[in-house]
């Protein structure tokens, strides 16, 4: 079936220096990708929509300058934590939705320590 | 979209049925019953989706109610390995694929 991918599994970084985390469909074309944030013990949170082509859609609350979108294919969305601290060390996840259905596939999510 | 509500945790011997039931009282006539499990940190697994019939796959069954207000996932032959986080979502088919996710049901398979 469709495959989302998301590389790295587990990074460890600085606190002040960037991080990327890519997000690629495997079997389909995504022009839609979506970022989210899960903490320890607490539910997925919809962080923003990745847009191919355009500029991402940010949910409220979340900085557009720290976290940083770009959908440059139809197949990889990546989101570059800038000037990362360690409360933004989190589980983050993407999703995207194949076409050929209304079914919307995660990836394998992304842990991210700020140290 | 549809709120939906679950239970916050459930236990089901193994190889006996598990019954996840979701409540969506409000949903509308074009929404999806979406159902995800999220295993201890992973990103969240796709497990089968309806509008209104019901609907089986190699992983489990989905049963809605006629007035669409409500639904239960079965697992059938629940194993140790479906031990989990269970999310019920309600989607309108159009629009924006964003979800989403409550708190869902913690569902623990008991050797």
């Known amino acids: 079936g469709a495959v989302v991918s998301q590389h790295p599994s587990w990074v460890i970084c600085k606190s002040g220096t960037s991080v990327k985390i890519e997000c690629r469909s495997l079997d389909f074309q995504a022009t839609t990708m979506f970022w989210y944030r899960q903490f320890p013990k607490q539910s997925l949170m919809l962080m923003a929509t990745s847009n191919e082509g355009s500029k991402a859609t940010y949910e409220q609350g979340v900085e557009k300058d720290k976290f940083l979108i770009n959908h440059a294919s139809l197949t990889l969305s990546t989101l570059t934590v800038t000037s990362a601290h360690p409360e933004d060390s989190s589980f983050y996840i993407c999703?995207?939705?194949?076409?050929?259905?209304?079914?919307?596939?995660f990836g394998e999510g992304s842990w991210l320590t700020v140290v | 979209d549809a709120k939906t509500t679950q239970p916050p945790s459930m236990d089901c011997a193994e190889g006996r049925a598990a019954n996840l039931p979701c409540n969506h009282s409000t949903i509308s006539g074009n929404e999806y019953v979406y159902w995800y499990r999220q295993i201890h940190s992973q990103g969240p697994q796709y497990i089968i989706h309806?509008?209104?019939n019901n609907e089986t796959n190699e992983m489990a069954s989905l049963i809605i109610t006629e007035d669409r207000k409500s639904s239960t996932l079965i697992l059938p032959h629940a194993t140790l390995r479906d031990t989990a986080v269970y999310y019920c979502?309600?989607?309108?088919?159009?629009?924006?694929?964003?979800?989403?996710f409550g708190k869902g049901t913690k569902l623990s398979v008991i050797p």
């Open positions: 309806g509008l209104k």
């Open positions: 979502i309600v989607k309108s088919g159009a629009g924006s694929y964003q979800l989403t």
């Open positions: 999703s995207a939705r194949d076409p050929g259905g209304n079914t919307i596939y």
